[in-house]
C-alpha cells in the first residue's frame, strides 16, 4: 500500500526544517510528500524548493482548508496521511497510522 503525506505551510520558519527531518527519520517512510505553500516570505519557500524529496505547490493565498484540497488533488496514491508542517512526527508516526 503507497501513501501520500500531504501538509501545508506558511512562514514556517525553522519548524519546517524539523518537520522535514521527522519525515525522513520515519519508520515506514512515506511514498510520496506533497507540501502546499500559501505564500511564505521567511524562507520557507527556499528551504521546501532545496528539498529533492517534496512535492511543492506554491499556492499564495490558499488558507489551511484550500492548501489541503490542492495537496489531495497532487497526491498520487489513495491511501494520504496528514499533518501540519510546524509539527516533529514521532519515528514510528506513519508506520502505527497505516497498521490501522
Given at each position: 500500500?503507497?501513501?501520500?503525506?500531504?501538509?501545508?505551510?506558511?512562514?514556517?520558519?525553522?519548524?519546517?526544517?524539523?518537520?522535514?527531518?521527522?519525515v525522513?527519520?520515519?519508520?515506514?517512510?512515506?511514498?510520496?510528500?506533497?507540501?502546499?505553500?500559501?505564500?511564505?516570505?521567511?524562507?520557507?519557500?527556499?528551504?521546501?524548493?532545496?528539498?529533492?524529496?517534496?512535492?511543492?505547490?506554491?499556492?499564495?493565498?490558499?488558507?489551511i482548508?484550500?492548501?489541503?484540497?490542492?495537496?489531495?488533488?497532487?497526491?498520487?496514491?489513495d491511501?494520504?496521511?496528514?499533518?501540519?508542517?510546524?509539527?516533529?512526527?514521532?519515528?514510528?508516526?506513519?508506520?502505527?497510522?497505516?497498521?490501522?
Open positions: 500500500m503507497k501513501v501520500s503525506l500531504i501538509a501545508t505551510v506558511k512562514d514556517g520558519g525553522g519548524a519546517i526544517a524539523e518537520f522535514l527531518a521527522s525522513r527519520a520515519q519508520t515506514r517512510s512515506p511514498d510520496e510528500v506533497v507540501i502546499v505553500d500559501g505564500g511564505s516570505t521567511d524562507g520557507t519557500l527556499e528551504t521546501l524548493r532545496e528539498a529533492a524529496d517534496v512535492t511543492l505547490i506554491e499556492s499564495p493565498g490558499a488558507n482548508a484550500e492548501g489541503r484540497n490542492l495537496a489531495v488533488r497532487a497526491a498520487t496514491h491511501l494520504i496521511a496528514v499533518s501540519d508542517a510546524d509539527c516533529t512526527l514521532a519515528p514510528d508516526w506513519l508506520e502505527q497510522l497505516v497498521a490501522a
